[in-house]
């Protein structure tokens, strides 16, 4: 997630800011080791404190980076072959790069690795120099996702899968909270949770059910990929993408609300056979957008303006098409699996022209 202006999770995190005193003091961190079993998504909280989600263990840990050095308006980052270079910073024969967030405060970005199948956070600073953040020693905070998918392979054939890899797909931190987005264990998988921070007993999440117009039916089954929390209309709502591909918003005062299930509203289908993979929001000209990557439809450009009042998308859809709130694809940017904002004018993406072919990490200007 990414600081900017007008975007509900920038003006948080200013206000999270604490006014003096130690991270640790005000967010309840210990120090020690922070152990994780994997490192698959990140988000940053207040006082360049990371948020780390462990889907192995259906786990967060929160860790005070210490990042406090840099300036995100004369950040570029730009390495080639990214994956051999932090081979050779992580004395790793095999790397993967499961996301990336950066610092709004410094410009730093932070990566989540798999590095010899072992979890690493590499560090990257503004102008480019590749390190990684030891876990042992530091100040940390962890809480374990209630009524978590269970770790075993359910189903057979092309449908075997193991639900707990994606008990965390995605994570914003808003007003002291954690919002993360996943698969639970009930009979409505489909789930966003809201974690207290500092972390106090993890709740059992909130079973999220759609319409999903390219099937044309309701779904309460997959995980939301990747979403953003935004003001739209001045509510507080969550913007989220799910796989082939809906787009929803959930107002978060429904979360509270709602008991155990809650009712998203489908204002876009984007087209099927896609997966969304990240999301950003951000601010230009006065106008507010998102980008949204996909694995198949390249990167979309979607305006905010107009959700407020976007109707819900109660018909199928078919032939693989769009309909809904409109967006418009990128053509200049192709290839991205990854990407945050990295200062008002540019993003940080992680490209990857094909399968197999090396990863690249790129400053680009916002559309």
């Not at 991270?23 to 780390?52: K, Y």
């Not at 990566?111 to 503004?126: E, F, M, R, S, Y």
């Not at 984007?270 to 198949?296: H, Q, V």
Request: glycine share 12%; hydrophobic share 45%.
């Amino acid at each position: 997630m990414n600081l900017m202006p007008g975007s509900l999770l920038g003006l948080l995190l200013i206000s999270g800011i604490c006014t003096g005193g130690h991270a640790a003091d005000q967010w309840g961190l210990t120090e020690g080791n922070a152990e994780l079993q994997s490192a698959t998504v990140l988000a940053f909280g207040p006082e360049d404190i990371l948020f780390i989600g462990d889907s192995s263990s259906a786990a967060v840990v929160a860790v005070a980076t210490g990042d406090k050095s840099g300036k995100p308006a004369e950040a570029a980052i730009n390495i080639e072959n990214l994956g051999e270079v932090l081979a050779g910073e992580l004395h790793a024969k095999s790397v993967v790069v499961n996301d990336l967030a950066v610092n709004p405060r410094t410009g730093t970005a932070f990566l989540a690795v798999t590095a010899d199948g072992k979890p690493v956070i590499a560090t990257i600073d503004g102008g480019g120099k590749v390190g990684h953040l030891s876990l042992n020693g530091i100040r940390h905070a962890r809480v374990e996702l209630a009524d978590a998918p269970e770790d075993r392979v359910v189903g057979e054939g092309r449908r075997a899968r193991n639900n707990r890899s994606e008990s965390i797909t995605d994570l914003a931190f808003f007003e002291n909270k954690l919002l993360v987005s996943g698969l639970s264990n009930s009979a409505a998988p489909s789930s966003v949770r809201e974690l207290n921070f500092p972390f106090a007993e993890a709740d059992k999440g909130i079973a999220v059910e759609i319409y999903h117009a390219a099937h044309g039916r309701n779904e309460d089954y997959a995980a939301m990929r990747t979403f953003v929390p935004l003001l739209v209309g001045g509510e507080p709502t969550i913007l989220g993408a799910y796989v082939c591909t809906p787009l929803v918003k959930i107002p978060v005062s429904d979360l509270t609300a709602a008991g155990e299930r809650v009712r998203a509203t489908t204002v876009a289908e984007l087209g099927n056979r896609n997966r969304p993979l990240d999301m950003i929001s951000y601010t230009k000209g006065g106008a507010e957008f998102l980008l949204l990557s996909n694995s198949a439809r390249g990167v979309m450009k979607i305006g905010t303006a107009g959700l407020q009042s976007a109707s819900e998308l109660t018909e199928p859809v078919a032939g693989g098409g769009a309909a809904g709130h409109s967006y418009e694809t990128v053509a200049s940017m192709t290839g991205v699996v990854q990407l945050d904002k990295l200062n008002a004018g540019s993003a940080l993406v992680l490209l990857q022209a094909e399968e197999n072919a090396p990863l690249n990490l790129r400053t680009v200007a916002l559309p």
